[in-house]
Structures are given as structure tokens and as C-alpha cells.
């Protein structure tokens, strides 16, 4: 399958900084067409003149949504149609983690509607353009953290017990889940989807983590650029065309170590596999969002 990123439509959410910013950044570097979705207007602003200039790329565009909100992500969706009406490559990259529990106006707790509930959301309200466009691709960033625990839907939510690390690790095995059963609704038509832990990365997303980690553990990190690296190349590289369903991790978290691409995918957690998980999941995303309109798996309900 021919495969080149140059001109072709990317959205990049959480693009305001860490890593998202960076991949916006390699992107327009590729010469592709980048939309960077970020929430703060002067963030935003920031952020975009920090692609342009570091790019070169004039062919790069900010729009604002708070993706805690599901009238947000839906009238992203539409203001990004109106906009560009075409998509190759999306990258459901913002993320959070809580130190307590809250709820989005929606009343859905913040971490899973930030981390997981909008990439669902965006993902299915623009997935004609992907399907238009193909061969497309979408790109959900994840973490190894999703390994240390396990979906448990009553407390998908932390309803009944909330940990920051236990909620953080659920939304990220939420969105592996997802973007494989979403690989097997997409067989044959172009459109992969495929998941990424860019390895620990110094970035804000720390701040609401232990005092240990984001003191003494951050020292240590790379850089968000050098964690931009394996989601470029999910996103971006020809090598890996055609190649859906799969968990890309780089094992490399210190900043002195070398980052290699790698083009080869590894085995999530036993759960993020579970084919009824992933039936399950998807049921409740959509109740939880009114949102589904793919096609259903050969030989599932
Ligand atoms: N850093 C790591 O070590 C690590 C490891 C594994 C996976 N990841 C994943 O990598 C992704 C990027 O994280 P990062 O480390 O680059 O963190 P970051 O620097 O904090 O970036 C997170 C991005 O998400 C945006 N965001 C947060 N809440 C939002 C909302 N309600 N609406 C719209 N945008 C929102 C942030 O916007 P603001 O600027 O407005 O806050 C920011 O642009 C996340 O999905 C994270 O789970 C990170």
C-alpha cells in the first residue's frame, strides 16, 4: 500500500504541548496539512506559532475544544468538517491524569472522558472523512501503565474506589481496547488504527502525580520530542502501511537511552485482547455517548 504523509490532512488533539505539540511539530515538518486542537486560545496561539516557525509549514491550523465536553468534541467534528472535509490521519493524543475525582459536565469522571470517552467520540463522528480518505489512519496514544490494572466496569469510573494511578491506567486500557476492536470494524477499508505509549515523558501531565514522580522521577525522562518519536513514525511512516490493530510501545523511558522507532508492534496486557471486553466497552462508550455509528465486526452482534 502506497503511503506518504506529505500533503495529507492530519488532526493532532492536545496539541498545546508535551508530546501532542511535538507531533504536530514532525508532522508539519513531513509537509503534511496539521490541525492542532488545543483547549486555551493563548496556549493555542502559542503552540501553533511554535509549529509554524519550527516547520516552516504555513499549511497548519489551530481549533478549540475542551474534549472533557461532548458538546465540545461534537461541534469540533463539525467545525472540522466545515473547515477541511477531509482527514488521513487522526491522533487522539490529549490526556490527563487527576489527583481527585471529578466530573465533566457531562457527569462522566474527568480522566475517562478526557483520555478516552473524546477519542471514542471524535473518532466515530469523523470516521466517513478517514474512510473517504483512505488509506487512513488512527492513532490513539496509551501507556505500559494500562498493564499495572484491569477494566473493571463498576468502577470504570472510579464510582466505588478512586485511585489517580488506577483511573489514569483504566482510561489508557480503554483506549488500547478500543482501537482494536476498532481495527477489526475497519477490516477493508483502508483505515488503521493502531495504539501508542510513547514511554515516560517529561511533560505537564506530571503535575498531578505523586510529588515523587513528578520531582525526582521527572529529572529522569526524555524529553516530549524524543516521545514524539514512536507516534510519528505509527503516524507518519510508510513502513508501517497497512499495518492495524496493533500496541506499539518503545520499552525506552530514560532520557539517555537511545529512542529506536521500531517498527515491530508488542503484545498489550491479556485484557486489552479480551474480544469480549472490547464487545462490552464499546456498549457502554456508546451509552455513555450516544455515539456509534460503525459497522459491526464479521461474526459479531
Ligand atoms: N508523558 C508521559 O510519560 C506519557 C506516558 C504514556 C502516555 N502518555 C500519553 O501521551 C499523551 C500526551 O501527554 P503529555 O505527556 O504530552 O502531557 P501534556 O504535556 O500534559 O499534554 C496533554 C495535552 O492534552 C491537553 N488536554 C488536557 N485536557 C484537555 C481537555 N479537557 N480538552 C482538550 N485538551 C486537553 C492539554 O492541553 P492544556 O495545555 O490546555 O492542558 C495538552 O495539550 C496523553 O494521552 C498521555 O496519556 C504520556
Given at each position: 500500500m502506497d503511503w506518504d504523509i506529505k500533503g495529507k490532512y492530519c488532526l493532532v488533539t492536545?496539541?498545546?504541548?508535551g508530546i501532542g505539540r511535538e507531533i504536530a511539530l514532525g508532522l508539519a515538518k513531513l509537509g503534511a496539512r496539521v490541525t492542532m486542537v488545543c483547549r486555551d486560545p493563548s496556549r493555542g496561539k502559542a503552540a501553533l506559532e511554535y509549529v509554524m516557525d519550527g516547520s516552516g509549514n504555513r499549511a497548519v491550523d489551530l481549533m478549540l475544544a475542551d474534549l472533557s465536553s461532548q458538546g465540545r468534541v461534537k461541534e469540533l467534528a463539525t467545525a472540522y468538517r466545515i473547515k477541511h472535509n477531509s482527514l488521513h490521519v487522526l491522533v487522539n493524543n490529549a490526556g490527563i491524569i487527576m489527583a481527585k475525582r471529578e466530573l465533566s459536565v457531562d457527569g462522566i469522571e474527568m480522566t475517562l472522558a478526557v483520555n478516552y470517552i473524546a477519542g471514542f467520540m471524535l473518532t466515530n463522528l469523523l470516521l466517513d472523512l478517514l474512510k473517504r480518505a483512505a488509506p487512513a489512519r488512527v492513532v490513539n496514544l496509551t501507556s505500559s501503565l494500562h498493564k499495572a490494572v484491569r477494566l473493571d466496569f463498576d468502577n470504570l469510573q472510579g464510582e466505588k474506589k478512586y485511585g489517580r494511578d488506577l483511573i489514569y491506567g483504566q482510561s489508557k486500557l480503554a483506549d488500547i481496547i478500543f482501537t482494536n476492536e476498532l481495527a477489526r470494524r475497519l477490516e477493508g477499508t483502508g483505515v488503521t488504527a493502531n495504539s501508542v505509549c510513547p514511554g515516560a515523558v517529561s511533560s505537564n501531565i506530571w503535575t498531578h502525580a505523586s510529588k515523587f514522580v513528578d520531582t525526582f522521577f521527572r529529572i529522569l525522562m526524555k524529553g516530549p520530542a524524543q516521545g514524539a518519536v514512536l507516534p510519528l513514525y505509527v503516524a507518519a511512516s510508510a513502513d508501517i502501511a497497512g499495518v492495524t490493530g496493533q500496541y506499539f510501545e518503545t520499552g525506552q523511558h530514560l532520557k539517555w537511552t537511545a529512542v529506536k522507532t521500531g517498527g515491530t508492534a508488542c503484545r498489550p496486557s491479556d485484557q486489552a485482547c479480551d474480544l469480549e471486553t472490547a464487545k462490552k466497552l464499546w456498549q457502554v462508550s456508546a451509552s455513555l455517548t450516544a455515539t456509534d455509528g460503525l459497522p459491526r465486526p464479521s461474526g459479531s452482534q
Open positions: 492536545g496539541a498545546s504541548s
